[in-house]
Antibody, heavy 120, light 107 residues
Framework: QITLKESGPTLVKPTQTLTLTCTFS??????????VAWIRQPPGKALEWLAV???????RYSPSLKSRLTITKDTSKNQVVLTMTDMDPLDTATYYC????????????WGQGTLVTVSS | DIQMTQSPSTLSASVGDRVTITCRAT??????LAWYQQEPGKAPKVLIH???ILQSGVPSRFSGSGSGTEFTLTISSLQPDDFATYYC?????????FGQGTRVEIK
């Protein structure tokens, strides 16, 4: 059974760096084909893909946010970490981590999401 | 980037109605399209992938069709659990992008 859970601060100040951790179970990020992605959703708005990391450490980022994002994995801890620098109130959103398989690329398992508010 | 446009943005329907949601892409997707359902306060759930493949465990009243740049999600007989927001998503090329969503509400 695959599960994912996001953790991190619920409130950050403008210009600060956000660090979110996705802790998962039921799969290994060392297994060929496996990926973990981050997606966010501002309140009342649509979903936005942010970044993905694969079993082979290949990483892809949304071009509009690439300069601010870093995604890393720790296979021994079954965790993926997303950092986003220079946070702005417009970054207020629910952040989700998801599982996917290379070649298929759709998001088949989702975490519950974590709401991050950016405010001074 | 590939832009995804869904129509309508909101749809009012009754239990038992047949419902169709359309998703258009600015470039051909080669069928690399997924549909998700999101209930209020919950994470999205995948319904359909590769345009027409029903995800395991999803009721058969959901179906997807289309190719190239135009796709549809059909619910053959709307059930109370189906009142939610639906998103299409392309994974033909990076950056992966979503439609703006279609809210299905009770008529």
């Amino acid at each position: 059974q695959i599960t994912l859970k996001e953790s991190g601060p619920t409130l950050v100040k403008p210009t600060q760096t956000l660090t979110l951790t996705c802790t998962f179970s039921g799969f290994a990020l060392s297994t060929s084909g496996v990926g973990v992605a981050w997606i966010r959703q501002p309140p009342g708005k649509a979903l936005e893909w942010l970044a993905v990391i694969y079993w082979n450490d290949d990483k892809r980022y949304s071009p509009s946010l690439k300069s601010r994002l870093t995604i890393t994995k720790d296979t021994s801890k079954n965790q993926v970490v997303l950092t986003m620098t220079d946070m702005d109130p417009l970054d207020t959103a629910t952040y989700y981590c998801t599982h996917l398989m290379h070649y298929w690329f759709y998001f088949d398992y989702w975490g519950q999401g974590t709401l991050v508010t950016v405010s001074s | 980037d590939i832009q995804m446009t869904q129509s309508p943005s909101t749809l009012s329907a009754s239990v038992g109605d047949r419902v169709t949601i359309t998703c258009r892409a600015t470039q051909s997707l080669n069928s690399w399209l997924a549909w998700y359902q999101q209930e209020p306060g919950k994470a999205p759930k995948v319904l359909i992938h590769k345009a027409s493949i029903l995800q395991s465990g999803v009721p058969s009243r959901f179906s997807g069709s289309g190719s190239g740049t135009e796709f549809t999600l059909t619910i053959s007989s709307l059930q109370p659990d189906d009142f939610a927001t639906y998103y299409c998503q392309q994974y033909n090329s990076y950056p992966w992008t979503f439609g703006q969503g279609t809210r299905v509400e009770i008529k």
